[in-house]
């Protein structure tokens, strides 16, 4: 089987991750670039790639079978609409687009064509992420009612096109696209109710963060959150189950588990407070409870390309599917119309 060679629209910072890590793969690899930003060309070449001064250029490359779209939002739809017209398969960043409009746009041309057509949801490979479904699916904390997944930090919106509506900007479509693909792909149930705050402290074009709670259809609610004005991180996952409780508290999956061994114990003794007592929120005592540290769940991000070139060579399905792309989208936009509405919006 020949190598499959990718040509890269945008080598700007996700640019450069792709290139980095096409490096390592004997079945795929970077040939090309094209960008519209003359010195990124000066860098591709100067990095040993092609330089495509047009992407028609790009797309006659005989030897070229697919189309790396890393450019700002609002491109990624008429570039992957064009290179599955061009007979090339399609990789698009996330977000996908900036509407379910184009997503079906981008669907149809696939479904047109026949071509690979899908997203590059690399945070499906997160450790920390696949760690929490781990913990759901083995329903360590018995089962589950509530989860909270955040990402937070404290440098604002990025002073580039993230900060521009017309560029699909704002923290929804840049991280909100993460969190929720994770929390769909770890609940196998119907999303009903949807309602989400926006933040906007240092950007009023686009939200710079925002909170949003998912009802799912057995009553669990999902809090997703993200945040850039946070100069103290709450903990990445907070999961809530009736036997017990799990916290991570960032990317690097350290956190705790605490499961109850006795429930009937009942001996708890007083809290007293400056104005009160409670026996409530009385800490458990040891022979209550057992905690344990989180056993992280490896994953390996190679395995994105690896599917890639199964699916192109017929081996495999593809992991990220269309249906899955157009329903976080059509979340996204469920969540930013209660948003504007103040309003619980219905939505599976
Ligand atoms: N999956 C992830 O973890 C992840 C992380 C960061 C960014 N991204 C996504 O990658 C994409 C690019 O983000 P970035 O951080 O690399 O942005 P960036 O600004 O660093 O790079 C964008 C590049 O696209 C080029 N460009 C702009 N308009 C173009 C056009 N019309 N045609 C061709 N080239 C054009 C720019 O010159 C630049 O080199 C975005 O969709 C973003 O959401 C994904």
Same mark, same amino acid.
């Given at each position: *089987? ?22 390592? @793969? ?21 990095d ?15 030897e ?7 450019? !700002? ?19 698009s ?7 379910s ?13 026949? /071509?690979?057509f ?26 589950? @009612? ?21 560029? %699909? ?16 792909? *770890?609940?196998p149930?119907?999303?009903k ?19 949003l709670?998912?009802? @799912? ?33 960032? @990317? ?19 809290? /007293?407070?400056? $104005? %009160? ?20 769940? !490896? ?21 990220? /599917? ?11 936009? $469920? $969540? ?13």
């Amino acid at each position: *089987m020949k190598k499959h060679q990718i040509g890269l629209v945008g080598y700007g910072g996700m640019g450069h991750w792709h290139a980095e890590l096409l490096r390592d @793969f004997d079945r795929i690899g970077l040939k090309g670039v094209y960008d519209i930003d003359p010195m990124k060309l000066e860098w591709a070449v100067s990095d040993g790639y092609v330089a495509y001064n047009s992407f028609d250029e790009m797309l006659a490359d005989e030897e070229i079978d697919v189309i790396l779209v890393a450019t !700002p939002n609002d491109f990624h739809k008429d570039y992957v609409v064009r290179a599955l017209e061009g007979g090339k398969n399609a990789i698009s960043e996330k977000p996908v687009a900036c509407s379910s409009k184009e997503v079906e746009e981008m669907i149809a041309a696939a479904n047109r064509t026949g /071509k690979l057509f899908t997203v590059h949801q690399n945070r499906r490979w997160d450790e920390d992420y696949r760690t929490m479904k781990d913990i759901y699916d083995r329903k360590i904390l018995g089962d589950v @009612f509530c989860i909270q997944s955040r990402v937070h930090g404290s440098r604002g919106i990025p002073g580039d096109w993230r900060g521009k509506k017309e560029h %699909g900007g704002g923290m929804m479509l840049d991280w909100g696209v993460h969190i929720i693909d994770q929390m769909l792909q *770890m609940i196998p149930e119907k999303v009903k109710k949807v309602y989400c705050m926006e933040q906007h402290v240092t950007n009023y074009e686009v939200d710079d963060g925002f909170i949003l709670y998912l009802t @799912f259809e057995s009553g669990l609610v999902a809090q997703l959150e993200v945040g850039t004005s946070n100069f103290i991180n709450l903990p990445r996952w907070y999961m809530q189950g009736e036997n017990g409780t799990a916290m991570m508290n960032s @990317f690097y999956c350290d956190g705790t588990i605490v499961n109850i061994t006795n429930w009937d114990k009942k001996d708890a003794v007083p809290v /007293k407070t400056a $104005a %009160g007592l409670t026996k409530t929120m009385a800490p458990r005592t040891d022979e209550t409870i057992k905690s344990s540290e989180i056993v992280k769940v !490896p994953a390996d991000i190679h395995d994105y390309y690896e599917n890639i070139c199964d699916v192109i060579e017929g081996k495999a399905e593809q992991i990220v /599917k269309h249906h899955e792309v157009l329903r976080v989208m059509r979340l996204m936009e $469920a $969540a930013h119309e209660s948003a504007e509405s103040c309003q619980v919006v219905d939505f599976e």
